[in-house]
């Protein structure tokens, strides 16, 4: 059903006008229906007559500035909170689990006015939908009946870093996002963001904490797996891809669109000694090689296809100066120079900036030292902080500084309150408020979840991984992968032959026509399985606890290379290297047939390119060092810079 309808305001020179529109399916649980010139509409405040915010035929910036004149104080500040979605059981203190603590949700949104949510559970695709359909409930009862907006982490990778990424559960299971950058194709992976899209939206989750278009310009650097690695530009042209994919265009949010945050704005990849600053030793980013320009290079393709936020660096950037003037030694959280006048003002970014995790609150006592030794470093996001720059202030004063300095959203804290209090101590104006919460309703009122934020689990079920995305995502995790080195010609195999396996699962080979044998002496070729070496020096610290830190290169006693080197002294042996990071493949390129990096490919993916079935197409999206001495030698904030790599950015052969 379509109508046109002039409404003018008598007695005052306001006059709009609402276009053509078809009538929208509206699902309400608590809300009652209204009917106006043959149309339905949504009582969302149950006051028994159409408020323009309700009225789903006007402009999404009318409706908002309608809805922001009716909230309170209290209602706006609970907008600009970013929770975790409680949980019950044993990962409540992180909102994992598989079912919401609807009590404590209750209490956040009733009491707190918190309507956004990161989502932390797994599980069957139908319950997670069940229990994102239930927060919306208890939104939509009450007093404006706003609907929730609940977000995640990545879900459809393969790597689970509590913090930076979910477990894929039933999702469909694609390479990282260094893959993508591998394979270098940008249709590639617009169809991957219109693929997970989908299967957010089928689970009622509406924003994406992602991409990370981070440039990965210091090799040590343990977030490097979730970028589109070191090369500017390859960056830049899968990030407009990515976006474009989870928005379902490159002209803004619509009805099924998920919001995409590229993050981390900036610079975050130049971490000093390849430290990451979720943690304290690690809170500076550092350019002695003067190349912030190229951190900024990856967001202007994300600003290209009009992205729906950005999330701002934890890091304190060392060494960068803004039109002349040092940049103050803040995170980037709190810092107007990187937020007003660069986000906005230079690159006229308007849509929502989501602070990073944490940052207002305090880090003090294991947040800053980390446990003692022989304790399991735990974390409460009421009582772990990112405050990096700010230590010495208050929270409330953190809140003003960085309401101020252009944050819209405070990500996995409530504390509403805090942030009502420094408008009430005049730190932060009222009408700055209002601006956060316009922009972070339009994009609800955009996504059309005042009209139905509700989802069917039983279709669920059905969209999520389902088989052809399935398929999909494993032939895109064959196609990412890099031949670094064929030297023996082993490759492609034929089946029939006797192999040894480490760490690749038997049921596949032998299912492949393969013929599995105990030990590599009695085999005509080896498969061996290897992850990048790491060490992980702050054990005693959260994150560190999680991170891959340390050298790059692999190490006599290493259990990975020693299984290497004990198959390579009998028999042929291919080898494919998991590169969350850039390793140094010295000791392996000696003694390995052949060798195939990848980054994320399950066991039936890498058969499909052992046998030559699938092609390897993928170009390494960042250089592999000859040593740790090159490493130690280069800039951080430069990309592949190290003199004599062992494998250059773009190498990859083919056979």
Not at 102 to 115: Q, Y
Not at 207 to 233: C, H, K, M, V, Y
Not at 333 to 343: F, N
Not at 552 to 560: I, S, T
């Amino acid at each position: 059903m379509k109508q046109f309808i002039a409404i003018c305001a008598i007695g005052s020179s306001i006059a709009f006008a609402v276009h053509a529109a078809e009538q929208p399916a509206l699902s309400a649980h608590a809300a009652k229906t209204l009917a106006s010139d043959g149309l339905s509409f949504k009582d969302l405040n149950r006051n028994g007559k159409l408020d323009p915010y309700e009225d789903w035929r006007l402009p999404a910036a009318e409706r908002a500035a309608d809805l922001v004149k009716q909230m309170t104080l209290e209602e706006k500040a609970g907008l600009m909170m970013h929770g975790t979605a409680p949980s019950v059981g044993a990962g409540a203190g992180m909102g994992v689990g598989s079912e919401y603590d609807l009590d404590r949700a209750r209490d956040m949104i009733d009491r707190r006015k918190v309507v956004t949510f990161i989502t932390r559970l797994g599980g069957d695709p139908a319950v997670l939908a069940g229990e994102n359909n239930k927060l919306q409930e208890i939104a939509e009862a009450g007093r404006l009946g706003i609907p929730a907006t609940i977000s995640t982490d990545p879900r459809n990778h393969f790597q689970f870093v509590l913090g930076a990424s979910v477990s894929s559960g039933g999702f469909s299971k694609w390479p990282e996002t260094l893959g993508f950058a591998a394979i270098g194709d940008a249709a590639l992976v617009r169809r991957f963001g219109d693929i997970a899209r989908q299967e957010y939206r089928a689970v009622g989750i509406q924003e994406a904490l992602s991409p990370q278009i981070d440039l990965a310009s210091e090799p040590r650097w343990p977030r490097i797996n979730g970028t589109f690695g070191e090369d500017a530009q390859i960056a830049k042209t899968m990030a407009e891809a990515y976006v474009a994919g989870f928005q379902n265009g490159e002209d803004g949010i619509k009805r099924d669109s998920v919001i995409a945050v590229a993050k981390h704005w900036v610079g975050y990849g130049a971490a000093k000694d390849g430290y990451d600053s979720h943690n304290a030793y690690g809170r500076h980013a550092t350019f002695p090689g003067n190349d912030f320009a190229e951190h900024l290079i990856p967001f202007e393709g994300a600003f290209k296809a009009k992205v729906g936020g950005v999330m701002p660096t934890y890091s304190i950037l060392d060494g960068v100066t803004i039109d002349g003037k040092p940049l103050e030694p803040v995170g980037a959280g709190y810092s107007k120079q990187l937020l007003t006048d660069l986000l906005r003002g230079h690159y006229g970014f308007d849509g929502v900036v989501l602070s990073d995790w944490l940052i207002s609150n305090d880090c003090k006592d294991v947040c800053l030292d980390g446990e003692k030794p022989g304790v399991k470093p735990t974390l409460n996001e009421e009582t772990f902080g990112m405050p990096w720059g700010v230590e010495d202030l208050s929270r409330v004063d953190r809140f003003a500084k960085a309401v101020n300095a252009g944050v819209d959203q405070f990500g996995g804290v409530t504390s509403s309150d805090l942030l009502v209090k420094a408008v009430k101590e005049k730190k932060i104006s009222e009408q700055r408020l209002d601006q956060s919460a316009t922009r972070i309703l339009i994009q609800k009122f955009e996504q059309g979840l005042f009209e139905n934020p509700y989802v069917d689990p039983q279709k669920a079920r059905a969209i999520v991984g389902n088989p052809t995305f399935a398929a999909e995502a494993t032939a895109a995790q064959a196609r990412a992968m890099v031949l670094l080195d064929n030297k023996a010609k082993l490759l492609p195999v034929k089946d029939g032959k006797k192999v040894f396996l480490y760490g690749v699962d038997p049921k596949v080979a032998s299912a492949r026509g393969f013929m599995v044998v105990a030990t590599a002496r009695e085999a005509d070729f080896a498969l061996v399985r290897l992850n990048a070496p790491y060490q992980q020096p702050h054990m005693n610290y959260f994150f560190g606890s999680r991170h891959q830190e340390g050298d790059l290169d692999f190490k006599d006693g290493n259990a990975d290379f020693e299984a290497f080197k004990s198959a390579a002294k009998e028999v042929p042996t291919i080898v494919t290297v998991y590169l969350a990071r850039p390793a140094i493949l010295t000791g392996i390129r000696d003694q390995a047939s052949a060798i195939l990096g990848n980054f994320g490919a399950s066991d039936e993916a890498l058969f499909d390119v052992i046998e030559g079935k699938q092609k390897a197409e993928g170009k390494l999206p960042f250089e592999l060092p000859s040593s740790m001495a090159e490493v130690l030698a280069q800039k951080p904030d430069v990309p592949h810079d190290t003199l004599h790599p062992l494998y250059p950015i773009g190498y990859g052969l083919a056979y």
